[in-house]
């Protein structure tokens, strides 16, 4: 898979208290693909984990949300945790970036708490889509089709549990963005 991968740009949209596992999995599985992952997020000065219980690394952050170009990246991966989606979701500029991926057909990948983002960027209606199940009411009165599957794949919008299922995620998003572009991906 790794050819099919060559070249490909990801962008990992996080901020402050996002779930380490959930970003330094994808980020790591990418990587070891040779796909480019920058991180994203909403200031340059870098950003902080929260792992399962208490506060985690600090990480560094690539692009500035204010210089980060949608255009640039072939994917976009959504980490979880509690604080990160919860903030992200507030910030227009992280919807309009979000938006941008679902306008152009591309791969989005959102686990855990993070399809709160896709949900206030109001690109669920109609999707068959998973999270943590403190989210999943929220994605059906968003108008999206929730089951409880460790991950969930409708043309290019891949979503997962918990950090539990970071195997099953990692898989398919590579996947998705080997295939590429997907008409059936809508914002």
Known sequence: ?????????????????FE????????????????EVEVVAPDKKGIRA????DWGEDYEVDVALDDADPG???ALVLPGGL??????????????FVRAFF???????????????LINAGVVQGR????VASVSQDLKNAGAHWEDSEVVVDNGLVTSRTPKDLDAFCKRLMEELAEGRHDGQHA
């Open 128 to 131: 068959k889509m998973t999270s």
């Open 50 to 53: 929260w792992a399962e219980t």
């Open 83 to 96: 604080f990160n989606p919860d903030s992200l979701r507030l910030n227009d500029k992280a919807l309009d």
């Open 103 to 117: 306008k152009t057909g591309k791969p989005v990948a959102a686990i855990c708490h993070a399809p709160w983002i």
């Open 20 to 35: 380490e596992s959930e970003l330094a999995v994808p980020q790591s599985t990418l990587r070891g693909q040779g796909v």
């Open 72 to 74: 640039h990246y072939h």
């Open 1 to 17: 898979m790794s050819k099919q991968l060559n070249g490909k740009r990801v962008a990992i949209l996080a901020t402050d208290g």
